[in-house]
């Protein structure tokens, strides 16, 4: 069993930053990629970053890209989504998965997600 826990979410104005956290942890847990969706009320449900454990490489959405940066911490089985220019659009509940792959949208484990609300 792979557990994955968010952390960071919160309020924020239009414009600023926030980083989330997603811990991964589990005896069988390997995956080769770590993703972040998001879902915003009414909406359906968005990838929008992803990172290769090993080769460290990446994807992003292109609604995001230039403003949001995702990393990893290997060390820590730990991934990290950089959200700069916060735009009330980025508002939804962002979760942390499992991939099989970089750039598709499905994925495997799913963390229970954190609330991002930017204010404009």
């Known amino acids: 069993q792979v557990q994955l826990v968010e952390s960071g979410g919160g309020l924020v104005q239009a414009g600023g930053s926030l980083r989330l956290s997603c811990a991964a942890s589990?005896?069988?847990?390997?995956?080769?990629?770590m993703g972040w969706f998001r879902q915003a009320p009414g909406k359906e449900r968005e990838s929008v970053a992803a990172?290769?454990?090993?080769?460290?490489?990446?994807y992003y959405a292109d609604s995001v890209k230039g403003r949001f940066a995702i990393s990893r911490d290997k060390a820590k089985n730990t991934v990290y989504l950089l959200m700069n220019s916060l735009k009330p659009e980025d508002t939804a509940v962002y979760y942390c998965?499992?991939?099989?792959?970089?750039?598709?949208?499905?994925?495997?484990?799913w963390g229970q997600g954190t609330q991002v609300t930017v204010s404009s």
């Open positions: 990172i290769t454990w090993i080769a460290g490489r990446t």
């Open positions: 589990g005896r069988t847990f390997r995956s080769y990629a």
């Open positions: 998965a499992t991939k099989d792959d970089l750039t598709t949208s499905r994925a495997t484990y």
